[in-house]
C-alpha cells in the first residue's frame, strides 16, 4: 500500500496519532497492582474518545482492545485478571482503525524497579527500531530494515531475534505486504518507494529466539522463558525520507540524533 492522496496522508497520520495517544496513556497507567484487563479498558476509553476502535478485536477477534504480554511472554497477550507486579516488563502492541485507516504500534515498560538486564535489553529493542526505521531510502529495499535491526541488536550482545513475527505493509488494512524480517542481508525484498506506509516491529529475547504459542491460540512466549522486548512504530517514506506515523513528532527528535534525514518540514 502507498500513500497516493491528501486523504491517505491525513488518514493514516490520524490514525497514527490516536495510537500513540492510546500508548501514551497506557505507560502512564502501568504500575504495581493494576490488573491486564483494567489496563485494557483504559486503551478502550482513548480510541473510544477519539472514534477509533480496536483492530484486533475487529478485524482478528482478538478477546481485548490490546495485546498485553508480560516478562517472557513475546506478543498477543490476552488481557485478563493477571495483576502487574513490580518488576514486571510489560509489552503493550495497539492497533486501531479510523475510518477504515489503520495504525500500529507497540512499547515495552518496566514497572518500578526492574535488573540492568531488562532495561539493556528494552534499550537495545527499541534503538534497532529506529535504526531499522533510519536505514529504509527510496529506492533501498525491504532487508535493508531488517539488515539495520539485525546488525545493530548483534552488536550489543548475544540477543535472541524473534524470528516468526515480523513487521508489515499497512494502511487500508493492519496486514499487508510486504513483511519486515527484523533479520537478513540488505538489498532483498519489494523496493522501497514513496508513500510506502511499513510497521517496523522488532521482538528481541535475553536467550534463545524460538517461541510457542500456549493453548489460548494466542499468547507467544519464549521457549526458554527468556524475558522480551517489543517496540514498533508505522512510518512512511516522503522524498525528504522517513516520516514516523506514530509518533507525535513525526519521529524528527530520534532520526536527527541519529543523522538520518527526516521526512517532514
Same mark, same amino acid.
Given at each position: 500500500?502507498?500513500?497516493?492522496?491528501?486523504?491517505?496522508?491525513?488518514?493514516?497520520?490520524?490514525?497514527?496519532?490516536?495510537?500513540?495517544?492510546?500508548?501514551?496513556?497506557?505507560?502512564?497507567?502501568?504500575?504495581?497492582?493494576?490488573?491486564?484487563?483494567?489496563?485494557?479498558?483504559?486503551?478502550?476509553?482513548?480510541?473510544?474518545?477519539?472514534?477509533?476502535?480496536?483492530?484486533?478485536?475487529?478485524?482478528?477477534?482478538?478477546?481485548?482492545?490490546?495485546? *498485553? #504480554?508480560?516478562?517472557? +511472554?513475546?506478543?498477543?497477550?490476552?488481557? @485478563? %485478571?493477571?495483576? /502487574?507486579? &513490580?518488576?514486571? $516488563?510489560?509489552?503493550?502492541?495497539?492497533?486501531?482503525?479510523?475510518?477504515?485507516?489503520?495504525?500500529?504500534?507497540?512499547?515495552?515498560?518496566?514497572?518500578?524497579?526492574?535488573?540492568?538486564?531488562?532495561?539493556?535489553?528494552?534499550?537495545?529493542?527499541?534503538?534497532?527500531?529506529?535504526?531499522?526505521?533510519?536505514?529504509?531510502?527510496?529506492?533501498?529495499?525491504?532487508?535493508? *530494515? #531488517?539488515?539495520?535491526? +539485525?546488525?545493530?541488536?548483534?552488536?550489543? @550482545? %548475544?540477543?535472541? /531475534?524473534? &524470528?516468526?513475527? $515480523?513487521?508489515?505493509?499497512?494502511?487500508?488494512?493492519?496486514?499487508?505486504?510486504?513483511?519486515?524480517?527484523?533479520?537478513?542481508?540488505?538489498?532483498?525484498?519489494?523496493?522501497?518507494?514513496?508513500?510506502?506506509?511499513?510497521?517496523?516491529?522488532?521482538?528481541?529475547?535475553?536467550?534463545?529466539?524460538?517461541?510457542?504459542?500456549?493453548?489460548?491460540?494466542?499468547?507467544?512466549?519464549?521457549?526458554?522463558?527468556?524475558?522480551?522486548?517489543?517496540?514498533?512504530?508505522?512510518?512512511?517514506?516522503?522524498?525528504?525520507?522517513?516520516?514516523?506515523?506514530?509518533?507525535?513528532?513525526?519521529?524528527?527528535?530520534?532520526?536527527?540524533?541519529?543523522?538520518?534525514?527526516?521526512?517532514?518540514?
Amino acid at each position: 500500500m502507498s500513500i497516493e492522496t491528501a486523504g491517505d496522508w491525513t488518514g493514516l497520520q490520524r490514525i497514527g496519532r490516536i495510537v500513540r495517544l492510546t500508548l501514551d496513556a497506557l505507560v502512564r497507567h502501568a504500575r504495581a497492582g493494576i490488573s491486564t484487563t483494567e489496563l485494557d479498558e483504559v486503551a478502550r476509553r482513548v480510541m473510544r474518545q477519539y472514534g477509533a476502535r480496536s483492530a484486533p478485536a475487529l478485524v482478528y477477534g482478538f478477546p481485548g482492545a490490546v495485546l *498485553i #504480554s508480560v516478562n517472557d +511472554e513475546v506478543v498477543h497477550g490476552i488481557p @485478563g %485478571d493477571r495483576v /502487574i507486579a &513490580e518488576g514486571d $516488563v510489560v509489552s503493550i502492541d495497539c492497533g486501531a482503525i479510523l475510518e477504515g485507516w489503520h495504525g500500529d504500534a507497540a512499547i515495552t515498560v518496566a514497572v518500578g524497579e526492574v535488573g540492568p538486564e531488562a532495561l539493556e535489553l528494552m534499550r537495545v529493542t527499541e534503538e534497532a527500531m529506529w535504526r531499522g526505521i533510519a536505514a529504509a531510502r527510496l529506492g533501498g529495499r525491504v532487508t535493508d *530494515i #531488517s539488515h539495520a535491526v +539485525e546488525s545493530y541488536v548483534r552488536s550489543q @550482545g %548475544d540477543y535472541g /531475534i524473534v &524470528e516468526d513475527y $515480523v513487521g508489515h505493509g499497512i494502511g487500508t488494512a493492519m496486514h499487508q505486504p510486504p513483511s519486515v524480517p527484523n533479520y537478513g542481508r540488505p538489498g532483498k525484498g519489494p523496493k522501497l518507494v514513496r508513500g510506502l506506509a511499513l510497521a517496523v516491529e522488532p521482538m528481541v529475547v535475553l536467550g534463545d529466539h524460538r517461541t510457542h504459542v500456549l493453548d489460548d491460540d494466542w499468547t507467544v512466549k519464549s521457549d526458554d522463558g527468556s524475558l522480551a522486548a517489543h517496540f514498533e512504530n508505522t512510518f512512511t517514506l516522503t522524498p525528504d525520507g522517513p516520516w514516523v506515523l506514530t509518533a507525535l513528532d513525526g519521529g524528527k527528535a530520534k532520526l536527527t540524533e541519529l543523522g538520518a534525514p527526516f521526512g517532514g518540514s
